[in-house]
């Protein structure tokens, strides 16, 4: 590692993920530390003048400067198709408390995509930039407004075009999922058309996609030329990656959440949602969580076997506080 990349910070972006980082997550993700920018879910965004429940919802943190608990910035993300409605309802964002607004261009869901809004757009770049020049126009200059894109949607063939149409546009700043719609999110990530990007734009270019450790980041940077990265996946499966990617860069020893402290995470954040869901849906959001921690922590694929079919309230808190006393035993142990 040469000396300029041990004084190097990136930027590390967490990426929205509907359905799964929440403002619960973000909270606790931030608390962890080393991300400095959370983006929200979608808002999605039709013909209607939403009203400003439905952005504080999403997005609570607009009542405290659209900042976490912690002091991490949080822009409020909306998707749709419609240059008008998207302006008009940044505008009423904005009235809400967004400080910066993000656009989604990138997600490949079918139910999203049928209805004029995420990855299909990119189909078009005249009406990708015709979407981030409306909500531009809308919004305070002083506020950024950003993108994310996907690098195509049947094939990977507009990237450009795509990229090039969101800085017409006047983005502030660009984020690429490195792979097309219809990739998904099968390995690899194509990170060399993010470096051609970040090489066209004069507006700065996040990368993302597969960045799951530090050897990831890494070859990323040096694929990408990037100072900025989005992590989605990989930080819930590893949610201290962000402090690990800066210790490296810092050239500073870092040890990784152990076990223990990842089953306090779970359980805090259990005990933080429990309220929120009916009866049958209960601890659905930790082993949502802990599908991903498996990726990195062999002793989650065992708790998570021994989780998956609880529902009982009851059942649910007693294996969480088996497992924190097993754990707490082996912490004292060592």
């Given amino acids: 590692m040469t000396t300029q990349s041990l004084t190097y910070t990136p930027s590390i972006y967490q990426a929205p993920m509907e359905g799964v980082i929440d403002h619960h997550v973000r909270t606790l993700l931030s608390a962890i530390g080393g991300v400095d920018i959370c ?31 912690h002091g991490i910035p949080v822009r409020l993300q909306l998707l749709g198709g419609n240059p008008e409605s998207m302006a008009i309802n940044a505008s009423r964002a904005v009235e809400a408390g967004a400080r910066a607004i993000d656009l989604n261009f990138g997600c490949p869901a079918k139910s999203v ?3 004029d809004g995420g990855a299909c757009l990119l189909q078009s ?5 015709r979407i981030v020049a409306a909500v531009r126009g809308a919004v305070p200059d002083e506020l950024p407004v950003t993108a994310k894109i996907r690098l195509g949607y049947e094939d990977r063939s507009s990237y450009l075009d795509n990229a090039r149409a969101a800085e017409n546009g006047g983005a502030s700043e660009l984020a690429v999922h490195a792979r097309s719609k219809v990739d998904g999110y099968r390995p690899p990530a194509y990170w060399e ?6 090489e ?4 700065p270019v996040i990368a993302n996609g597969d960045i799951w450790t530090v050897k990831d980041f890494r070859r990323c940077r040096e694929v990408t030329g990037c100072d900025a990265f989005m992590l989605g996946r990989s930080l819930l499966a590893r949610p201290d990656l962000a402090l690990q990617i800066k210790a490296s860069c810092a050239g500073e020893e ?3 959440l152990p076990w223990p402290q990842i089953v306090h995470l779970l359980w805090n954040y259990y005990r933080t949602t429990r ?3 009916p009866a049958k849906y209960l601890g659905n959001r930790v082993k949502q969580w802990l599908a991903y921690l498996k990726l990195a922590y062999p002793e989650a694929q065992v708790f998570f076997e021994g989780f998956k079919r609880l529902r009982d309230q009851g059942a649910i808190e007693q294996a969480f506080g088996e497992e924190l006393t097993r754990t707490a035993g082996e912490t004292a142990a060592a």
Wanted: proline share 9%; hydrophobic share 30%.
């Fill in 254 to 256: 870092y040890t990784p």
């Fill in 193 to 198: 058309y993010i470096g051609e990007i970040r």
């Fill in 125 to 129: 770049p005249n009406r990708v930039e």
């Fill in 39 to 69: 983006v929200t879910e979608f808002v999605r965004v039709t013909h209607t003048r939403l009203p400003r429940k439905v952005f504080t919802r999403l997005c609570p943190e607009l009542a405290s400067g659209a900042l976490t608990p």
């Fill in 275 to 277: 309220d929120e869901y």
């Fill in 113 to 115: 995509n049928n209805s």
């Fill in 200 to 203: 066209q734009l004069s507006i």
